[in-house]
């Protein structure tokens, strides 16, 4: 399936959880050795610990930008999965995810960035966060599903505090008032301001970073009760490490886990209907968990339904339009019917040359409609013109009037499209549904319009006697 060679892609990696700055830059440096080692690799940058938009991240994950270089050159996928190979057996343990340009800025600017995106939906968070390494590994074994993530992402290690109330009572002080206080020790509380340039910049109150960083250190750390004693976290508060916590995440106010993945050299439609069959598999989804397939197949979902009511808008449009003008039924329908054949064709042309029915495919789709349509219109504008007094000879006369302009635009459409149906150069995938939606509408208007037309014309009894409005020659 042809897909747009943008002439460079995004890989995104992390490595375990709690990793060092330091180890994980040791570890990139190798994925850096394999894209140098890449001959189609032209450049690359890499980001650590910093997002897209320039928020920070932790430092485990980051990216890398990749341009190859100019064609010809083995195609974009092709090099993809031959680097995804590459890492997998010379980079273990790091997580890696690889997305064309426009596919990544787009998915991060939605916030829907996977094509494959499996929402499990549950109350315990413990079944949910053993369910998605199952789900992840069952959908790893479909053909065409690369790149897949659990959904289960640990936040490393934590402290976690619990005030004993009494212990604090006697202390007088109250849970909440030893809460803040430890929020001023750990994050520091802002003082004041102050002014550099046209900028004012806070000034943070902080303990000193070896009195927070260790947690010796913080089970001595001090805190003031109301009547002004001081006293040591230990005596009212008790601290337990938690390991590998994982982020909670909720859609519609339910816990959830969203496994995702990408797709190489497969279709979404047929590689999502291979992952719906796996995931019915018996025993394969926990007691009280269900799912929902989100992602951009989601969002194709949704655009397919928009695009089915403007197109039946569009065609309802046309045929009102049909109906005013010719004020017969039978005759609007008639002049509709090329512009059905033509979409009918557009369809064809797609699916023969393998092509996905995307939004420029969608948009060659409605002017092929309105192209046709101009078309129809005219020949039935060129008959109620005709010198003739039957109606047979009327349709003649005015296929044989329109043939040469009919055959002649549709020619020099066809030929100045066909650069961009064949076009192989770096983007030009992007145009391609659109030039062959619009060819393919193209190559049967001339039969629809010169044939079709007018044998439907005479079955329901067309002549000059109908009326249409404005029936001069175009």
Known sequence: MPRVDEGGFILDYVVPAGTSLTETDRRIRQIEQVLAQTPEVLTYSRRTGLSLSGGLREANEGDFFIRLTPQPRAALDDVMQRIRNQLAMRVPGVEIEMARLMEDLIGDLTAAPQPIEIKLF????????????????????????????????????????????????????????????????????????????????????????????????????????????????????????TVGQAQIA???????????????????????????????????????????????????QRAARSFSIAFGAAVALIFAVLLYLTERFSVALCTLLPALGAAAAAFIGLWLTGTELNITAMMGLIMVVGIVTEVSVFFVFEAAAAG??????????????????????????????LPIALGTDEGAAMLRPMAIAIISGLIVKMPLALVVLPVALHQVGWSKSNPVRSPARP
């Open 122 to 241: 549950g109350d315990d968070v413990e079944v949910l966060r053993r369910a998605g390494p199952r789900i992840a590994e069952a959908i790893r074994s479909v053909r065409g599903v690369v790149d897949v993530k659990s959904g289960v992402v640990l936040a490393g290690d934590a402290w976690q505090i619990v005030v004993d109330r009494d212990a604090a009572a006697r202390e007088n002080v109250s849970a909440t008032e030893i809460s803040r206080q430890l929020a001023n020790i750990l994050g520091g509380v802002i003082a004041t301001q102050i002014q550099e340039g046209p900028k004012m910049v806070s000034v943070r109150v902080w303990t000193p970073n070896a009195r927070r960083t260790e947690l010796a250190d913080l089970k001595h750390a001090r805190l003031k009760a109301i009547d002004g004693h001081v006293f040591s976290l230990s005596r009212v508060a008790s601290i337990q490490t």
């Open 250 to 300: 909720r859609e519609d106010l339910k816990r959830m886990v969203a496994v995702s993945g990408r797709i190489a050299d497969r279709d979404m439609g047929s590689l999502i209907q291979d992952v719906e069959k796996t995931l019915t598999t018996p025993g394969l989804l926990p007691p009280g968990t269900y799912y929902r397939l989100g992602g951009l197949y989601e969002q194709q």
């Open 388 to 417: 003739e007094d039957s109606a047979a000879a009327c349709l003649i006369e005015a296929g044989a009037e329109r043939a040469a302009p009919i055959i002649m635009t549709s020619l020099i459409a066809s030929l100045a499209l």
